[in-house]
């Protein structure tokens, strides 16, 4: 099982990002998919997530209408769309995998399968 995160990048406040997820070696189509943070010295932190059926769709108050989570099952990766970055967005984003048809969740020890994670940077 490998999840790949790319996209991160130094940007300036009130830039925007795109980050992906791709996915193998995992039946991607039939899991949620969430993005975390963590910030340095601080702990990870639940950003978006997407059901499986892309039904339900959830996101921390501090990224809402500003970071859109989006999935493309065929070539089973996931995206988050970053706009309007502000500082407190320093982070590294890391995307996750619930097992198979469990529902979204916002706890980071209810998921299954971990990327690496890639580093986003906001500068003034």
């Known amino acids: 099982v490998r999840l790949v995160e790319s996209g991160g990048r130094l940007v300036t406040a009130g830039g925007s990002l795109r980050l992906s997820c791709v996915t193998s070696?995992?039946?991607?189509?039939?899991?949620?998919v969430a993005w975390f943070r963590q910030a340095p010295g601080k702990e990870r932190e639940f950003v978006a997530v997407?059901?499986?059926?892309?039904?339900?769709?959830d996101y921390a108050d501090s990224v809402r209408g500003r970071f859109t989570i989006s999935r493309d099952d065929p070539n089973t990766t996931a995206f988050l769309q970053m706009n309007n970055l502000k500082l407190v967005d320093t982070a590294v984003y890391y995307c996750?995998?619930?097992?198979?048809?469990?529902?979204?969740?916002?706890?980071?020890?209810?998921?299954?399968?971990w990327g690496q994670g890639t580093r986003v940077t906001v500068s003034s």
């Open positions: 996750a995998l619930r097992p198979i048809f469990a529902p979204q969740s916002t706890s980071v020890q209810e998921y299954e399968f």
């Open positions: 070696g995992v039946t991607f189509s039939r899991r949620a």
């Open positions: 997407i059901t499986w059926d892309g039904e339900i769709i």
